[in-house]
């Protein structure tokens, strides 16, 4: 068994450690994976694009009839408690709400409480070597559910799906529904073709990343084209560069694809000048955006 830090976390009102956090056998989240969560990135003990983090965790919580159980300000203060009792400067903080304790049932259960848990962890930032190399995908059909829009704990598909990776000493598996480009087990993918980002249009297929209207702002800044459009497969299999982007992964290179190397001539098989732009702009961003 992992050993457990004996950490802050918060759990139902209460600040205890992880260690000896308990919820009851019969929550839904543990019996139906019946709750949703968040994951926000902490620069500096500041929490970056929060409000924005917020903003969809009401909307997976709307989209799952789960009333939102704290506003604004309870949020915002529990975090800051778990982010300051921490060592590290850079943390994530995990979020989860689920639908609460009740006798197994499928239909929602009515007057029941929410179960909330929080805890702040140290982040674990891509290697200098990931950074300079760039990381390898694997390829795989999306067979998960037409609800991936929704941030839900609900992860069997994503974890499914990411093993196929992990099994092969790949970092992240990118998946195509029906020949288009959605998005990886637990990043969003983005393609740079002639110049420009591509990424696949909103939809229930793929979950909107914080960073999608971030990196939307960054390549605004930089004077690159940006452009969410329906990807064919093809066409990612084809890029000039690939990355991916999630809150603890930031932007990050792709530079292999099922073995083959990601991009054209020089930069065949290396982290492209696109990349370089975003990451860079993405460092100053993190100052500028944290709360
Ligand atoms: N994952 N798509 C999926 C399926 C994800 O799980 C994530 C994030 C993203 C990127 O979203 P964002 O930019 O908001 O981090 C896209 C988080 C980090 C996780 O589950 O740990």
């Given amino acids: 068994?992992?050993?457990?830090?004996?950490?802050?976390?918060?759990?139902?009102?209460?600040?205890?450690?992880?260690?000896?956090?308990?919820?009851?056998?019969?929550?839904?989240?543990?019996?139906?994976?019946?709750?949703?969560?968040?994951?926000?990135?902490?620069?500096?003990?500041?929490?970056?694009?929060?409000?924005?983090?917020?903003?969809?965790?009401?909307?997976?919580?709307?989209?799952?009839?789960?009333?939102?159980?704290?506003?604004?300000?309870?949020?915002?203060?529990?975090?800051?408690?778990?982010?300051?009792?921490?060592?590290?400067?850079?943390?994530?903080?995990?979020?989860?709400?689920?639908?609460?304790?009740?006798?197994r049932d499928h239909v929602m259960p009515a007057d029941v409480e929410p179960t909330v848990f929080m805890m702040a962890t140290s982040l674990k930032p891509a290697t200098p070597e990931q950074r300079h190399h760039g990381v390898a995908c694997v390829t795989a059909r999306d067979f998960r559910w037409e609800h991936a829009d929704i941030k839900s704990t609900s992860l069997l598909g994503n974890v499914l799906a990411r093993q196929m990776s992990a099994?092969?000493?790949?970092?992240?598996?990118?998946m195509f529904r029906n020949?288009?480009?959605?998005?990886?087990?637990?990043?969003?993918?983005?393609?740079?073709?002639?110049?420009?980002?591509?990424?696949?249009?909103?939809?229930?297929?793929?979950?909107?990343?914080?960073?999608?209207?971030?990196?939307r702002e960054l390549c605004e800044e930089e004077g690159i084209a940006y452009n969410l459009r329906p990807i064919p497969e093809a066409e990612v299999l084809a890029a000039d560069e690939l990355m991916l982007s999630s809150a603890t992964k930031e932007v990050l290179p792709v530079t292999t694809l099922d073995g083959d190397p990601v991009g054209h001539g020089a930069l065949r098989g290396k982290p492209g000048p696109v990349y370089a732009r975003l990451h860079e702009a993405y460092q100053r961003a993190k100052g500028l955006q944290s709360i």
């Fill in 1 to 103: 068994m992992q050993t457990i830090p004996d950490i802050l976390c918060y759990l139902n009102g209460e600040y205890t450690s992880l260690k000896h956090a308990k919820v009851s056998v019969l929550d839904r989240g543990f019996i139906f994976g019946d709750g949703v969560y968040e994951v926000v990135p902490v620069y500096g003990r500041k929490l970056f694009r929060f409000d924005e983090h917020l903003e969809r965790l009401a909307r997976s919580l709307g989209k799952v009839r789960i009333e939102n159980p704290l506003d604004r300000a309870g949020w915002l203060e529990r975090c800051r408690k778990l982010v300051a009792a921490q060592a590290a400067d850079d943390q994530l903080v995990y979020l989860q709400v689920t639908r609460g304790v009740a006798l």
């Fill in 167 to 174: 099994d092969r000493g790949a970092a992240e598996t990118v």
């Fill in 179 to 215: 020949g288009f480009l959605t998005e990886a087990s637990s990043s969003n993918v983005w393609v740079v073709h002639e110049g420009a980002v591509l990424g696949p249009p909103k939809s229930e297929h793929v979950l909107e990343g914080i960073r999608y209207e971030l990196i």
